[in-house]
């Protein structure tokens, strides 16, 4: 790529206006589709665990948000129909208010970032924004806000949005890198979440999902004797099913290969935990009927509990629609790839392996992690929160992109900002038809 000045891109980035106007983001046209949205779910499902996939769609039926939230592959095609800027960064690739939350970073301190990635890939800045406009739109009104307050989140977001990009168009490179939002605790809702990540404890976790092992000891009236005996997952069908035999052995045989794409002192870490226990466990709404694995281990005694999750990654969603030539083939390690380029701080054991020829992302399973809840986003709580998921996600962008490249094209904002709250609007009504069409093919038993 030729070095080119700060002038120089920021006009660049203006120049794209005449391209692709601002103003022109509002459009969406469902006519232009070229394939029906049932269709393309049935593609997606392809390849996952049959037994699961009724349960993957009767999530997506609960609510028109549970639906957008299983329908990346729709609105990945969705936005391929439509023109484009052409200014590409690292795509979270579903940007939705609910792919926000707390964690742990490498240092133990919380941090609140985006924190999905499956559908990750390099694409045009702005599908990343309509797709969380659309979300704010949609768990705005199923939060039981009214469509005026839901408008007013969308233009706040894409306000925020613009400013930090502005704010780090002439800032050194290794500082955006460095940037930190720091007023997270201001925010309601992440308040919550963050209230929620500190309680979230690998012990926490290890009462949670795991057990006594019958007969290791009888654990009466004493709570810390409990967790000293041995333990293993709990049954709780069809959401956590142990392993064993040569289904276990093969998951734990993977951690072999995982290791290797750890960096030697992280490898030294994970070698101080033996693996004690294997399950298998459903997770999320789009990844449902994905094969995801836990290992349950310990480290420095019974109270040092470490919980992997060997999650399975499927192609993404926008991968028909993009080139990258420098994507990588592995679909853990394109998770991990485009984690590292948006996130501010991963987690110390992120990696990938492989399992019977399929790829899989390997991460902790619980870590200090929480989100939030719909319910928290009433009123002041959706506009507040759509603030920060604009200042998070210009972050990721500003990181894996070019800040003075799309500064120049978004200007003040004000135009860019009543094009998605247009655009929002538009699909949330969309996505309410096609959450329709996915039951009236249930009843008729499609």
Same mark, same amino acid.
């Given at each position: 790529?030729?070095?080119?000045?700060?002038?120089?891109?920021?006009?660049?980035?203006?120049?794209?206006?005449?391209?692709?106007?601002?103003?022109?983001?509002?459009?969406?046209?469902?006519?232009?589709?070229?394939?029906?949205?049932?269709?393309?779910?049935?593609?997606?499902?392809?390849?996952?665990?049959?037994?699961?996939?009724?349960?993957?769609?009767?999530?997506?039926?609960?609510?028109?948000?549970?639906?957008?939230?299983?329908?990346?592959?729709?609105?990945?095609?969705?936005?391929?129909?439509?023109?484009?800027?052409?200014?590409?960064?690292?795509?979270?690739?579903?940007?939705?208010?609910?792919?926000?939350?707390?964690?742990?970073?490498?240092?133990?301190?919380?941090?609140?970032?985006?924190?999905?990635?499956?559908?990750?890939?390099?694409?045009?800045?702005?599908?990343?924004?309509?797709?969380?406009?659309?979300?704010?739109?949609?768990?705005?009104?199923?939060?039981?806000?009214?469509?005026?307050?839901?408008?007013?989140?969308?233009?706040?977001?894409?306000?925020?949005?613009?400013?930090?990009?502005?704010?780090?168009?002439?800032?050194?490179?290794?500082?955006?890198?460095?940037?930190?939002?720091?007023?997270?605790?201001?925010?309601?809702?992440?308040?919550?979440?963050?209230?929620?990540?500190?309680?979230?404890?690998?012990?926490?976790?290890?009462?949670?999902?795991?057990?006594?092992?019958?007969?290791?000891?009888?654990?009466?009236?004493?709570?810390?004797?409990?967790?000293?005996?041995?333990?293993?997952?709990?049954?709780?069908?069809?959401?956590?099913?142990?392993?064993?035999?040569?289904?276990?052995?093969?998951?734990?045989?993977?951690?072999?290969?995982?290791?290797?794409?750890?960096?030697?002192?992280?490898?030294?870490?994970?070698?101080?935990?033996?693996?004690?226990? %294997?399950?298998?466990?459903? &997770? =999320?709404? /789009?990844?449902?009927?994905? !094969?995801?694995?836990?290992?349950?281990? #310990?480290?420095?005694?019974?109270?040092?509990?470490?919980?992997?999750?060997?999650?399975?990654?499927?192609?993404?969603?926008?991968?028909?629609?993009?080139?990258?030539?420098?994507?990588?083939?592995?679909?853990?390690?394109?998770?991990?790839?485009?984690?590292?380029?948006?996130?501010?701080?991963?987690?110390?054991?992120?990696?990938?392996?492989?399992?019977?020829?399929?790829?899989?992302?390997?991460?902790?399973?619980?870590?200090?992690?929480?989100?939030?809840?719909?319910?928290?986003?009433?009123?002041?709580?959706?506009?507040?929160?759509?603030?920060?998921?604009?200042?998070?996600?210009?972050?990721?962008?500003?990181?894996?992109?070019?800040?003075? %490249?799309?500064?120049?094209? &978004? =200007?003040? /904002?004000?135009?860019?900002? !009543?094009?998605?709250?247009?655009?929002? #609007?538009?699909?949330?009504?969309?996505?309410?038809?096609?959450?329709?069409?996915?039951?009236?093919?249930?009843?008729?038993?499609?």
């Amino acid at each position: 790529m030729q070095w080119a000045s700060p002038e120089e891109r920021h006009k660049s980035g203006q120049a794209l206006r005449k391209k692709m106007a601002r103003q022109h983001h509002a459009q969406l046209d469902p006519k232009n589709r070229l394939t029906p949205p049932l269709v393309l779910l049935q593609r997606s499902v392809k390849g996952r665990v049959p037994a699961l996939v009724k349960l993957k769609y009767e999530r997506m039926m609960v609510s028109p948000f549970g639906y957008f939230r299983g329908a990346v592959p729709v609105m990945a095609a969705d936005l391929a129909t439509m023109p484009n800027t052409g200014i590409h960064v690292q795509l979270c690739g579903d940007a939705h208010v609910r792919n926000l939350g707390a964690y742990a970073a490498e240092d133990g301190r919380l941090i609140f970032d985006i924190n999905d990635f499956d559908e990750t890939y390099r694409g045009p800045f702005e599908w990343d924004l309509k797709r969380m406009a659309a979300s704010l739109v949609v768990a705005g009104r199923e939060a039981q806000n009214k469509d005026s307050v839901c408008t007013r989140a969308v233009l706040r977001f894409v306000a925020a949005y613009c400013e930090c990009m502005r704010e780090y168009a002439p800032m050194p490179v290794l500082q955006i890198v460095r940037h930190q939002v720091s007023r997270l605790k201001d925010v309601t809702p992440v308040h919550i979440a963050l209230q929620k990540a500190l309680r979230a404890t690998p012990l926490h976790t290890l009462e949670q999902l795991t057990e006594p092992i019958p007969g290791a000891g009888t654990g009466k009236g004493d709570k810390d004797f409990e967790l000293a005996t041995p333990r293993r997952f709990k049954e709780i069908k069809p959401v956590l099913t142990r392993l064993t035999g040569q289904k276990a052995e093969e998951v734990l045989e993977s951690l072999k290969a995982y290791k290797q794409t750890l960096e030697p002192q992280r490898r030294h870490f994970l070698e101080s935990f033996r693996p004690l226990d %294997v399950a298998f466990k459903v &997770v =999320g709404t /789009g990844s449902v009927g994905l !094969r995801d694995y836990c290992v349950y281990m #310990e480290g420095n005694g019974p109270q040092d509990p470490l919980f992997l999750q060997i999650k399975e990654e499927a192609a993404s969603a926008y991968a028909p629609y993009l080139t990258d030539p420098h994507v990588a083939k592995q679909q853990g390690q394109r998770v991990v790839d485009g984690q590292r380029f948006i996130q501010m701080g991963t987690d110390i054991l992120l990696g990938y392996t492989k399992i019977a020829g399929r790829d899989y992302l390997v991460r902790q399973l619980s870590d200090h992690k929480a989100s939030i809840e719909l319910t928290d986003l009433k009123g002041d709580g959706l506009l507040e929160y759509a603030q920060l998921c604009g200042e998070l996600l210009a972050r990721g962008h500003a990181r894996s992109g070019d800040a003075q %490249v799309i500064a120049g094209y &978004v =200007g003040s /904002g004000n135009r860019l900002a !009543r094009a998605l709250a247009a655009f929002g #609007e538009v699909y949330a009504e969309q996505t309410v038809k096609d959450w329709m069409e996915l039951k009236r093919a249930k009843r008729s038993a499609r």
